[in-house]
């Protein structure tokens, strides 16, 4: 089966500009998570979608946003770049929205801002 | 809110060794999940080890294995016959028991990372 798949690869936007970064979970999955990694730390918690309502939101402005669509695929929204936005941005699935479950990583989008 | 501390940011260790990562961490849930995660240079996450906090007999996947201590709140990883392979960053993670946090928090809280460099 295939795993979580992101795309782009790579991004590279100005500041004040729009992205908007996508997600396919493992088939089957119903649950995505985001989490953005700043160079030499730890991921942190975004956004968790589940049966496309939003589950859980993390310590970000309002300039994030996320959806998830009927075949749950999801899309990171981030506007009014700043510098500070660049980061690798993580997608991950579960089977279901519960703890027990367990969480799949994409290889995640790298979204350099200029 | 609860935090997770991995208080080495690199460690090396000779091919065929054994080495352990530390983790300690502050909640004040008594149900609750901890991983290890590997990420290589190819980052991709990968899930190393799990440990429910309600089971006392500490997790092992074949040459990972974990030292869980719930009254100190430390969970270290030890590797054993270490590989070349297994050189990676290495995160711990916490994650809340849902059934006890009012509904939907699954949020993975991870440290900050320790780098493992295998030696041959």
């Known amino acids: 089966d295939a795993g979580v798949t992101q795309s782009p690869t790579h991004l590279i936007k100005t500041r004040g500009q729009q992205v908007t970064l996508r997600c396919s979970p493992i088939s089957g999955h119903k649950s995505v998570s985001w989490y953005q990694q700043v160079l030499g730390q730890g991921p942190q918690f975004i956004f968790q979608?589940?049966?496309?309502?939003?589950?859980g939101r993390g310590n970000f402005p309002d300039r994030f946003s996320a959806r998830q669509f009927p075949n749950y695929s999801s899309e990171l929204n981030v506007n009014a770049l700043l510098l500070g936005d660049s980061a690798l941005y993580l997608c991950?699935?579960?089977?279901?929205?519960?703890?027990?479950?367990?969480?799949?990583f994409g290889p995640g989008t790298r979204l350099t801002v200029t | 809110a609860q935090t997770v501390t991995q208080s080495q940011p690199e460690m090396s260790v000779q091919e065929a060794e054994t080495v352990t990562l530390s983790c300690t961490y502050d909640?004040?849930?008594?149900?609750?999940?901890l991983f290890w995660y590997k990420q290589p240079p190819s980052r991709q996450m990968i899930l190393v080890i799990r440990?429910?906090?309600?089971?006392?007999q500490n997790a092992t996947e074949n040459r990972f294995s974990v030292n869980f201590q719930k009254a100190a709140k430390s969970f270290s990883l030890k590797i054993s016959d270490s590989q070349l392979g297994d050189a990676a960053m290495y995160f711990c993670a916490y994650r809340s028991d849902p059934l006890n946090s009012g509904g939907s928090n699954y949020k993975l809280t991870f440290g900050k990372g320790t780098l493992l460099t295998v030696n041959p």
């Open positions: 979608y589940y049966e496309k309502e939003e589950r």
């Open positions: 991950a699935s579960s089977l279901m929205g519960l703890a027990q479950y367990e969480q799949y």
């Open positions: 440990q429910e906090a309600y089971k006392q």
């Open positions: 909640t004040s849930e008594s149900d609750y999940y």
